[in-house]
């Protein structure tokens, strides 16, 4: 794709890999995406706002230099410094010496790592205003979202909001605006997915960086990856404000018992937990993770308030789809995260430590754990039962 305009002074200047379909390991993609860059030519100065990444430095550059000689730029905004939108920006640099890069005082302390040359850099306080002579950028500190350094900016005449990572997801395309693109549920989903995968764990910082722009005359939103969003940038304030609330805060705590199970004594004591639960004023949900599948839930015990996972011991380890659940969860998903493990077992039995050593590293808040010998027995689901309610109680705590 050429460089664009998007509207007046503000031309797209990034790049797309169509082809893409992992992003960074933790992320499928099935339509690629893009690297958004934007190049604002003001009255007086000028400013490119994101870079790429480092393999298409190029064609950005050359992108720029078919509105602007890029020795004269004035600034460069690093709204967040993580390699995919600063890669480019050593080899900018050395077309740009004399330019000024804008960005947080995290930013500046990861730039320094990730450049190694010389440059100017100013970090720019909550409020700021820059002035290119017609536009006029305002940047407003939106920490965490999703790396400590992140920022937007703000072109105040043309009501651009440039969001970095937020507001994006992966796709790549004919169309720049989401009003050239058919609009579909596969677009939705991938919009949540990034949501879920880069920005669930910070949902609180979400709903600060919402407040903090909430007065602003928002006609248009311009991420760092999709489509630029002018259709209704006012309604996607509102579905990200949805997605932030979805957390465990609900008045009725949610409990999930994920387990598997061989012969089915796993999840008898599965089950007792479940029924304990829900006696105890929880609204529970209970999965056999082989039918489910680890990545559905893990994406269910990021919204709960409590979680019973449960493996039998198979060749001395719990088995495979449990570990597939771990390590598709994060350490902010589990943080303060009520949990207890349990499981069956023949003769050594390790499944339920090695479960429980896993989730107290990754932060889960382990309340208790049980082990069974084989089936169990009247006396051992009342143990299962008794160890559903101390994590219901535990939650009310
Ligand atoms: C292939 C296989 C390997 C097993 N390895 C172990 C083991 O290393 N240690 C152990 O204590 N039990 C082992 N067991 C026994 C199971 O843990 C035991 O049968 C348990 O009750 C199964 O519970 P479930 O019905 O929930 O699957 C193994 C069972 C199978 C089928």
């Not at 449990?322 to 050594?348: H, I, M, N, T």
Request: glycine share 8%; aromatic share 10%; proline share 4%.
């Amino acid at each position: 794709m050429l460089s664009k305009r998007i509207q007046n002074r503000v031309f797209w200047v990034g790049a797309q890999n169509p082809d893409l379909r992992t992003f960074d390991v933790v992320m499928h993609t099935d339509a690629g995406t893009s690297y958004n860059s934007y190049l604002i030519v003001g009255s007086e100065k000028t400013a490119v706002i994101d870079g790429v990444r480092e393999a298409y430095a190029t064609e950005h550059i050359a992108k720029i230099s078919e509105h602007c000689d890029p020795a004269k730029l004035d600034y460069i905004v690093c709204n967040h410094t993580e390699p995919d939108h600063s890669g480019s920006l050593v080899h900018l640099l050395e077309m740009a010496p004399h330019a000024t890069v804008l960005c947080t005082k995290a930013g500046s302390l990861f730039l320094k790592k990730l450049v190694p040359r010389n440059f100017k850099c100013r970090v720019v306080e909550d409020g700021e205003r820059v002035s290119l002579g017609d536009v006029t950028l305002r940047f407003v500190q939106a920490p965490f979202l999703h790396w400590p350094d992140s920022l937007f900016t703000f072109a105040e005449e043309e009501g651009i909001l440039f969001s970095g990572d937020v507001f994006s997801f992966h796709m790549a395309g004919e169309g720049l605006f989401d009003d050239e693109i058919a609009w579909t549920g596969e677009m939705e989903a991938a919009q949540r997915y990034y949501f879920d995968t880069l920005l669930a764990p910070f949902r609180s910082y979400v709903l600060d960086a919402l407040e903090k722009i909430r007065g602003l005359s928002i006609r248009m939103i311009a991420p760092a990856h999709g489509p630029v969003r002018r259709r209704n940038p006012q309604a996607l304030l509102e579905v990200y404000r949805e997605y932030a609330s979805d957390g465990p805060v609900s008045d009725t705590p949610k409990g999930y018992v994920a387990y598997v199970s061989c012969y089915g004594y796993t999840r008898e004591l599965a089950e007792e937990i479940y029924r304990a639960g829900i006696r105890n004023g929880m609204d529970m949900e209970i999965d056999d993770i082989a039918e489910v599948g680890p990545e559905r839930v893990a994406e269910k015990i990021r919204r709960m308030d409590a979680v019973a996972l449960g493996s039998p011991t198979v060749n001395r380890d719990a088995l495979k789809p449990v570990w597939e659940v771990l390590a598709s969860l994060s350490a902010y998903d589990a943080r303060g995260k009520r949990a207890v493990a349990f499981g069956s077992f023949a003769w050594s039995g390790e499944a339920v430590r090695y479960m429980a050593e896993r989730m107290g590293r990754m932060g889960f808040r382990l309340v208790d754990t049980l082990a069974v010998k084989l089936r169990p027995d009247a006396e051992e689901r009342r143990q299962a039962y008794a160890l559903g309610e101390r994590l219901a109680q535990s939650v009310r705590e």
